[in-house]
Structures are given as structure tokens and as C-alpha cells.
């Protein structure tokens, strides 16, 4: 191919028509990360977005490693420190996710008495979760109604002791009231205040689950890089936030809004890491059509 600079003006127009020809399909490669991390649906859950991904259908780019969701037809599943947690409702607007231990969802009785640990720097409970503690193997002698009227208590059977309450669901704090009754084991949980309120069964209670707001995974930048017109990723190695853009390279921050560079810069290979060359909200081109601007910008 004729070098463009020793052709006349009108065969060099001619060439950047040829170059931005093969431009869509360059661009095409940027915004496969962009398509990769469309909205997503999950068991019964719509519109799922970052910092959520479900590996099943996406590249890990499109979300955080601690939001990795397994998605099965009628359960949406999260694997938070140790345990699993069922996901019962996701908000993307407020960050807040309603889950249930797994461990405890069909039945409270156990033989495994562990405490949920949250990853507290992503995961917070919300100020509609109580702390209740589930009471396990409590003595049979001690057991008189009246002295577990306590309000708020619900008491259940495990197969452990045979036919009678042996086990207790109450508030935290109460706990030391029930201490006559020698339970030998206990878990933390905690419940919605929601769910607590006239609940007979404790199975209810604990699947109705709890609240864990999120943060600590770049919410603001992502913000900014939806208002650019991208989707946000995470790129694993770097553990750091990344702007997917519709046609053009992406970013770590910000899509800009126009289309930066020219068919000439095509030529050269792409650098590793995407900063575009006209700064994002550029006067230029305020508005985005696929060909038009490059053909444009390749003229001035
Ligand atoms: C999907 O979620 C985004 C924010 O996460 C929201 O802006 C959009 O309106 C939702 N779309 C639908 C169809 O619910
Ligand atoms: C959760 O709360 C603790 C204590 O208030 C705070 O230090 C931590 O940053 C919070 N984490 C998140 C993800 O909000
Ligand atoms: C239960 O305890 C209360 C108060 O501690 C007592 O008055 C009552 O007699 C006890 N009932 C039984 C059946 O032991
Ligand atoms: C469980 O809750 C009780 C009462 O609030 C508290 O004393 C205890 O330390 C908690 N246990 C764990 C493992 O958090
Ligand atoms: C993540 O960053 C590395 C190092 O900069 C880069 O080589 C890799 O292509 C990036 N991954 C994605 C998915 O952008």
C-alpha cells in the first residue's frame, strides 16, 4: 500500500476511507469488553450489574472477585468469607443485599455452630438487622415455660434432645435470661427486625435472611464511568476498577464521549493500558455516531 503523505490530497481522503472502513472492526475488539458485561439475569433476579458477575456467563473483568454469584434456576448463590449465603434480593441503587445462610435455610437445627463473619471491608449489616442468637442442646430439667416467656422468644425442637423445645431463638441481648437452661451451644445470627415480628417458626425468621449494605469497590469512579456511557469492570491483576467503553479502548476511569482517535493513530499498535487522547466532555464532538466523527476527526 502507496504511503498516504506522498499521494494527492484527494487519494490521501480516499485512504482514510479505506482505514475507516477497517476502523468498526477494530473498535469492535474495545467494546467486547462493553457487550461481555451487559446487565445480566440471575435464577430469578433481573438486571443484575458491577460489582456483581456470575463466571458462568461473563469474564471476571465484568465484576468483583468478593461479588462473584453462582446462579442456579431457582438459587442465586454468594460465597462470603468461609460460608454460602442464598441471595434473596439485590438493590443496585441503595447497595444493599438481602441473604440467608445456606447452612441454615431448610432447617435450623445444626451440628456445626458457626458465626457468620463478614468481609468488613466490603460488607456492613443495615440498621433492619438485629442480632439474634439461636440456643442449642438446652436442658430438659430447667425447662419451664413460663420462665422462657421471654417476649420475642421463639422455641423450636431439634432431634438432638427428642420431642420438646430444646433449642431457643432470641434476641441477643436476652440471652443471659435463658441461662438456667444450660444450652450447650450457640450461633449468632442475624435477622430482619422485619421478619422477627409475629414469627411462630424460626425457619421463617432465618429465611427472610438479613441486610449487608456494600461498598469499597469504587462506587464513585463507577458512577462516573456509567455517566461517561460505560459499563464497570475490574481488572484482577491490577485489582483495580476499569471503565468498559462502547467503540473505543477503554479506560481505567472514564469513557469519553467522543471517539478519540484517528484511523492514522489505528495503525499503531494499542497501548496496554487505555488512556484516550482527547479528554473526556471534549468540545469537539459532543455526540457519538460510530463512523462519522472518525472520518471527521481525521480531516482537522
Ligand atoms: C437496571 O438497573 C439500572 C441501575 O442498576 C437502572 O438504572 C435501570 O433502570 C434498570 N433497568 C430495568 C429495566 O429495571
Ligand atoms: C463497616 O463498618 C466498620 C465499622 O463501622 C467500618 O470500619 C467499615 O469500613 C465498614 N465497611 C464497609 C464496607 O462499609
Ligand atoms: C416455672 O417458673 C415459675 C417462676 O420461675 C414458677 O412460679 C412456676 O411454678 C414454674 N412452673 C413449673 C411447672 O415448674
Ligand atoms: C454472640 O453474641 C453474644 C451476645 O451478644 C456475644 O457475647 C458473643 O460474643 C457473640 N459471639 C460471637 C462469636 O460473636
Ligand atoms: C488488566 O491489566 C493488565 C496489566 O495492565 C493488562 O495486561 C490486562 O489486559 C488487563 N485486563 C483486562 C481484562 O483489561
Same mark, same amino acid.
Given at each position: 500500500m502507496n504511503l498516504p503523505l506522498l499521494q494527492p490530497l484527494s487519494s490521501f481522503i480516499n485512504t482514510l476511507f479505506f482505514f475507516s472502513l477497517?476502523?468498526?472492526?477494530?473498535?469492535?475488539?474495545?467494546?467486547?469488553?462493553?457487550?461481555?458485561?451487559?446487565?445480566?439475569?440471575?435464577?430469578?433476579?433481573?438486571?443484575?450489574?458491577?460489582?456483581?458477575?456470575?463466571?458462568?456467563?461473563?469474564?471476571?473483568? =465484568?465484576?468483583?472477585?468478593?461479588f462473584k454469584l453462582d446462579c442456579q434456576q431457582d438459587s442465586v448463590t454468594i460465597?462470603?468469607?468461609?460460608?454460602?449465603?442464598?441471595?434473596?434480593?439485590?438493590?443496585?441503587?441503595?447497595?444493599?443485599?438481602?441473604?440467608?445462610?445456606?447452612?441454615?435455610?431448610?432447617?435450623p437445627c445444626t451440628d456445626e455452630y458457626s458465626d457468620v463473619k463478614l468481609d468488613s471491608d466490603?460488607?456492613?449489616?443495615?440498621?433492619n438487622d438485629d442480632e439474634y442468637t439461636l440456643l442449642y442442646d438446652c436442658g430438659r430439667p430447667v425447662l419451664n415455660t413460663s420462665r422462657v416467656n421471654i417476649e420475642g422468644t421463639i422455641p423450636f425442637t431439634c432431634p438432638i434432645g427428642g420431642g420438646f423445645p430444646n433449642a431457643f431463638c432470641l434476641l441477643s441481648k436476652d440471652v443471659g435470661n435463658l441461662k438456667g437452661l444450660g444450652c450447650k451451644n450457640r450461633i449468632n445470627v442475624s435477622v430482619l427486625r422485619e421478619a422477627m415480628k409475629d414469627a411462630l417458626l424460626v425457619q421463617k425468621v432465618l429465611e427472610g435472611g438479613f441486610e449487608v449494605g456494600w461498598s469499597g469497590v469504587d462506587e464513585d469512579r463507577c458512577d462516573g464511568c456509567i455517566k461517561s456511557g460505560g459499563r464497570c469492570g475490574h481488572n484482577e491483576s491490577k485489582d483495580a476498577f476499569m471503565c468498559l467503553c462502547l467503540n473505543q479502548q477503554?479506560?481505567?476511569?472514564? =469513557?469519553?464521549?467522543?471517539?478519540?482517535?484517528?484511523?492514522?493513530?489505528?495503525?499503531?499498535?494499542?497501548p496496554t493500558t487505555a488512556k484516550s487522547l482527547i479528554p473526556p466532555n471534549s468540545p469537539i464532538f459532543p455526540k457519538q455516531s460510530p463512523h462519522a466523527p472518525s472520518m471527521y476527526s481525521s480531516l482537522i
Amino acid at each position: 500500500m502507496n504511503l498516504p503523505l506522498l499521494q494527492p490530497l484527494s487519494s490521501f481522503i480516499n485512504t482514510l476511507f479505506f482505514f475507516s472502513l477497517f476502523f468498526p472492526t477494530y473498535v469492535s475488539s474495545d467494546s467486547e469488553g462493553y457487550s461481555a458485561c451487559e446487565p445480566f439475569s440471575c435464577g430469578q433476579i433481573n438486571n443484575i450489574s458491577y460489582p456483581f458477575w456470575n463466571s458462568d456467563q461473563q469474564p471476571s473483568y =465484568c465484576g468483583h472477585p468478593k461479588f462473584k454469584l453462582d446462579c442456579q434456576q431457582d438459587s442465586v448463590t454468594i460465597g462470603m468469607v468461609s460460608q454460602r449465603f442464598h441471595v434473596i434480593e439485590i438493590d443496585q441503587t441503595s447497595k444493599v443485599l438481602k441473604i440467608a445462610r445456606l447452612d441454615l435455610w431448610n432447617d435450623p437445627c445444626t451440628d456445626e455452630y458457626s458465626d457468620v463473619k463478614l468481609d468488613s471491608d466490603f460488607f456492613n449489616y443495615t440498621s433492619n438487622d438485629d442480632e439474634y442468637t439461636l440456643l442449642y442442646d438446652c436442658g430438659r430439667p430447667v425447662l419451664n415455660t413460663s420462665r422462657v416467656n421471654i417476649e420475642g422468644t421463639i422455641p423450636f425442637t431439634c432431634p438432638i434432645g427428642g420431642g420438646f423445645p430444646n433449642a431457643f431463638c432470641l434476641l441477643s441481648k436476652d440471652v443471659g435470661n435463658l441461662k438456667g437452661l444450660g444450652c450447650k451451644n450457640r450461633i449468632n445470627v442475624s435477622v430482619l427486625r422485619e421478619a422477627m415480628k409475629d414469627a411462630l417458626l424460626v425457619q421463617k425468621v432465618l429465611e427472610g435472611g438479613f441486610e449487608v449494605g456494600w461498598s469499597g469497590v469504587d462506587e464513585d469512579r463507577c458512577d462516573g464511568c456509567i455517566k461517561s456511557g460505560g459499563r464497570c469492570g475490574h481488572n484482577e491483576s491490577k485489582d483495580a476498577f476499569m471503565c468498559l467503553c462502547l467503540n473505543q479502548q477503554s479506560s481505567d476511569e472514564v =469513557c469519553s464521549k467522543s471517539l478519540a482517535r484517528s484511523p492514522l493513530a489505528a495503525q499503531t499498535p494499542r497501548p496496554t493500558t487505555a488512556k484516550s487522547l482527547i479528554p473526556p466532555n471534549s468540545p469537539i464532538f459532543p455526540k457519538q455516531s460510530p463512523h462519522a466523527p472518525s472520518m471527521y476527526s481525521s480531516l482537522i
